[in-house]
């Protein structure tokens, strides 16, 4: 479908220059594909148009959406001084929780599509893709001048779009299942529960739960050879 | 046995006013229904055709099955359709509670010998029953392809029930997070044991991960009498309050007290409510029963007048499954 695709010395797919809609189009015949590291502008117009695409972020503004993806602390992003430099950290974090995803939430996609047009900050991203047995595919849009939110609707203009989104994804359950350190109980939460617990339940002299209890012997449960 | 028919007092089974306003409100628009509502309201899945409620727990052995069941029987003799499936897989055992002996269970649709509809077999009241069986891997260890099967199965029968009831295994693992998650109504059960609770409260703080705004209707099982199970439902409410503030609306929908009706029926294998119509705790599983139904009518009419809720079914598929 994209013919200019080219395989880069890190096997990555890189789609550059090529018109939005085709790019749609593909997305649109690879329904199990992750679409990674797209911009708010982009994401507005890609998600609309192609539907069922899993969506994780990479820019800056979409860092929440990864970790909640990896299953990562917030506070490993927060001290993350940029993108680049939390990636490369991360690197074996990244696969660990990847491979982890796919095995304990039977999230294996088979192809991921990067949209970005911060070069730059996705290459760590892509580095650690191209490890994995995944399609990766690199889309760069068509620059013009410092406006590219114009640009992308000068092109999507050209392509009718679906209309409807069928799965935003951003809620997708897959990406919001919690972490071990999300759900773990605090010492403060059990011992909560504790306080007091020995002395809630004096006995009292009339159980509601005693009431119309029957003779047991004349009940067939209470008989056999252990109750003789 | 002669049995005094027990009359039900819900002054003396429910809390009082003030206690009601704090955990009771059954009008309350923070519920969970609402927010999937929302969420959903601009995706293409198909609306719901009838209530999933799904009945969970954190720990094992909190009586689950024996609510779900006896639940699944009142539900039915209102006139309800109801289809209960029992999601235990593996280590099922509403069955042997309702006095059911099924053919077939999910076993033979996963090897697929069976359709889910030619496995189901109807029990008491004219509930049908979705047998979970037993001697095979349980729902954690299934895979994708098969889960699924059976999800598209249950799909197309959406339509023959009124009320779905889900009878899931214990514990947290993620095919259980998501099939709760996915649920129009969610109705935990636990004991007044201190590690029961802690363990509700862990499943609680799970979901508050998952969605917002969860109203989970909770059902303290077990209790020796009233005193307790309100006791354990204020301090399950007070934690929630504390640590999940403004992300979980827990309501008490009622308790059961164990005594000897309710052993001896499930050593019958017969439900409660038609083993020992008159006792206490069959009253006590009536006003859950009434409740939940009146909870299933306000759903009805949301559904028809003012929201469309999605499909349990089309949602696992859709959303959980990505197809």
């Not at chain 2, 090897?111 to 029990?123: D, N």
């Not at chain 2, 059902?219 to 504390?242: C, E, G, H, M, P």
């Amino acid at each position: 479908m994209i013919s200019h695709a080219v395989h880069t010395k890190r096997a990555v797919k890189s789609i550059k220059n090529i018109p939005l809609s085709q790019v749609i189009a593909f997305i649109q015949e690879n329904p199990q594909i992750i679409d990674a590291g797209i911009t708010p502008v982009d994401r507005d117009l890609i998600i609309p148009s192609v539907g069922e695409i899993d969506l994780i972020g990479v820019s800056n503004n979409n860092l929440v959406m990864i970790s909640t993806f990896l299953e990562l602390n917030e506070e490993h992003l927060r001290r993350a001084p940029s993108i680049n430099q939390w990636v490369f950290e991360n690197i074996s974090v990244l696969k660990h929780t990847y491979f982890q995803n796919r095995i304990t939430h039977h999230f294996s996609p088979k192809t991921i599509f990067i949209c970005s047009r911060i070069n730059e900050s996705a290459e760590p991203l892509i580095q650690f893709l191209s490890d994995l047995p995944l399609e990766v595919y690199k889309y760069e849009p068509v620059v013009i001048g410092n406006n590219v939110s114009l640009n992308l609707k000068m092109v999507i203009n050209d392509t009718p779009l679906k209309g409807s989104c069928q799965k935003t994804n951003i809620n997708n359950i897959f990406t919001k299942l919690p972490s071990r350190e999300e759900i773990a109980l605090t010492e403060e939460e059990v011992s909560e529960f504790f306080e007091d617990a020995e002395d809630s339940f004096f006995p009292t002299q009339y159980e509601e739960s005693d009431a119309h209890v029957p003779a047991m012997e004349n009940e067939t449960f209470f008989k056999g050879p252990y109750f003789s | 046995m002669s049995e005094e028919r027990y009359q039900p007092d819900e002054e003396n089974l429910f809390l009082d006013p003030e206690e009601v306003a704090d955990f009771e409100d059954f009008d309350s628009n923070e519920s969970k229904l609402t927010d999937d509502s929302k969420e959903y309201s601009s995706i293409e899945i198909q609306p719901a055709k009838s209530q999933v409620i799904c009945i969970a727990s954190g720990k094992g052995g909190t009586g689950k099955t024996m609510v779900a069941a006896n639940l699944a029987v009142l539900l039915a003799k209102q006139g309800l359709k109801v289809l209960l499936i029992d999601a235990d897989f593996g280590l099922a055992n509403s069955h042997l509670i309702l006095g059911l002996e099924p053919e077939h269970d999910v076993s033979s649709v996963f090897t697929g010998e069976k359709t889910v509809s030619e496995i189901i077999i109807e029990g008491p009241g004219g509930l049908k029953l979705v047998p979970g069986g037993s001697g095979f891997s349980e729902l954690a260890m299934l895979g994708d392809e098969k889960f699924l099967q059976l999800i598209k199965g249950l799909h197309e029968l959406e339509d023959k029930a009124d009320i779905i009831l889900v009878d899931l295994p214990a514990g947290i693992n993620p095919q259980v997070m998501c099939l709760l998650n996915a649920a129009h109504e969610l109705i935990i059960v636990t004991t007044p044991e201190v590690t029961s609770l802690v363990d509700a409260y862990a499943l609680i703080k799970s979901l508050t991960k998952m969605s917002e705004n969860i109203a989970p209707q909770i059902i303290i099982n077990r209790s020796k009498d009233k005193a307790r199970a309100i006791v354990a439902f204020q301090k399950l409410l007070s934690v929630t309050q504390k640590h999940l503030t403004g992300k979980v609306f827990p309501k008490f929908l009622g308790w059961v007290p164990q005594n000897w009706y309710v052993i001896n029926s499930v050593a019958s294998r017969k439900p409660l409510v038609n083993r020992h119509p008159q006792c206490f705790a069959t009253a006590c599983l009536e006003l859950i029963a009434s409740k939940t139904l009146k909870r299933h009518v306000k759903w009805v009419d949301q559904q028809t007048e003012t929201f469309v809720y999605p499909s349990y079914f089309a949602k696992l598929e859709h959303v959980v499954y990505g197809r």
